[in-house]
């Protein structure tokens, strides 16, 4: 499946139980940075966590369970010589007592790519660095590609062509590396963060790899039956299934089921409130609700926001919006099998699904305008 979509972990809850172990984490960061730039969180293995408002004296301490074999530390800091976006450097955190000291003097320009480690270890050091090499030439040639032209991709398809074509080939390039490496741990960590869990190849494709090239000592671990879990999930969302249900409650409080919607049109739309796409598509979705089906049309907007500040400062900004319902409830995006987004999902009068983003590659929602205008003939 062709796409620019940007990536976002998705979470899932595997029905199964696996031996859990506590770990006490201690993070200490760098000294005169500006911490409203960083992101940083934890991933257990089943939720991730934002460290941010943790954050006292340029320290973090956690107490937490880790269900995978690991947990992972992840934090995104921009420096003046990165061109391929804001850097991202993971530690892998272990059972027990875990440090680790971001405030060293280093001799590299991110401040979080060393740390002095105690128990926890560099993802890096641990084969994504391999990785990471095997793709640096395709990356790099995309990143620049992408930097230099995304602004032109709308009045100039050719280009757009020509981007995702380079994007299948680093695609490709990078599940070379997997498949040559397929008996280690740390090529389906890389799998399922950075393929089942975005829209690079269709969920059909991704079942057929994870089932194929992985060994079932792996497909059997905790992350291994999570993997599957996700792309199961993306899988019940596609064009022609029933729509799972779900109740929630939205921002003023009201219940929202969305069985009780049987007999109109639905409209999901995951969003988050750092994701510029999403916000932007607002408005033109709320302009063909208003020119296509209007009452017969129910939005639900679906938050993925893990921190409730700036759900709640989008939400301001946003204003209201009559018809439409918000919600800030990341369990809706695991049943779905969302991950990247913006993801808008269309369903019918009878539950079924009869639009999917991913399915039909419609970044620019001119098929989702296009349906809505014939079904209101």
Not at 35 to 45: D, P, T
Request: proline content about 3%; glycine content about 4%; aromatic content about 12%.
């Amino acid at each position: 499946m062709k796409t620019i979509a940007i990536y976002l972990l998705v979470l899932i809850y595997p029905c199964l139980i696996f031996s859990q172990k506590i770990t006490n984490l201690r993070v200490i960061l760098p000294d005169n940075i500006d911490l409203s730039q960083l992101s940083i969180s934890f991933n257990n293995g089943i939720n991730t966590r934002d460290l941010q408002n943790l954050i006292n004296n340029n320290i973090i301490e956690i107490n937490d369970t880790i269900w995978s074999r690991y947990g992972t530390l992840s934090c995104a800091y921009p420096d003046s010589t990165s061109t391929n976006g804001i850097p991202n450097y993971d530690y892998w955190i272990t059972e027990g007592e875990n440090v680790v000291d971001f405030n060293v003097k280093s001799r590299f320009q991110n401040a979080f790519s060393q740390a002095i480690l105690e128990n926890a270890l560099s993802v890096r050091n641990e084969g994504y660095g391999r990785y990471l090499s095997y793709i640096e030439v395709l990356n790099n040639s995309l990143s620049k590609f992408y930097l230099n032209n995304y602004s032109k991709f709308d009045s100039h398809p050719d280009l757009l062509d020509f981007f995702l074509c380079k994007q299948d080939s680093f695609t490709n390039k990078g599940l070379e590396f997997l498949r040559t490496n397929s008996n280690e741990y740390i090529s389906l960590w890389i799998f399922q963060r950075e393929y089942a869990s975005t829209r690079r190849n269709s969920a059909k494709f991704d079942l057929q790899f994870f089932s194929t090239i992985f060994p079932d000592s792996l497909k059997k671990t905790f992350i291994g039956k999570k993997t599957l879990s996700i792309i199961k999930a993306r899988m019940g969302s596609r064009i022609g299934q029933e729509a799972p249900d779900f109740t929630v409650l939205d921002s003023n409080n009201n219940v929202i089921q969305l069985y009780k919607y049987r007999g109109n049109y639905v409209l999901l739309d995951f969003w988050a409130s750092w994701c510029n796409p999403c916000m932007k598509s607002m408005p033109k979705i709320k302009m063909m609700q208003n020119q296509y089906l209007n009452d017969n049309l129910k939005v639900i907007s679906i938050s993925v926001d893990d921190n409730p500040k700036n759900y709640n400062k989008a939400l301001k900004e946003i204003g209201n919006i009559e018809d439409w319902s918000f919600v800030n409830d990341e369990s809706i995006s695991d049943v779905y099998g969302v991950s990247p987004i913006p993801q808008v999902i269309l369903i019918d009068k009878n539950g079924i699904i009869i639009y999917n983003l991913e399915d039909m590659d419609d970044y620019s929602l001119t098929q989702l305008e296009n349906l809505l205008k014939n079904l209101s003939k």
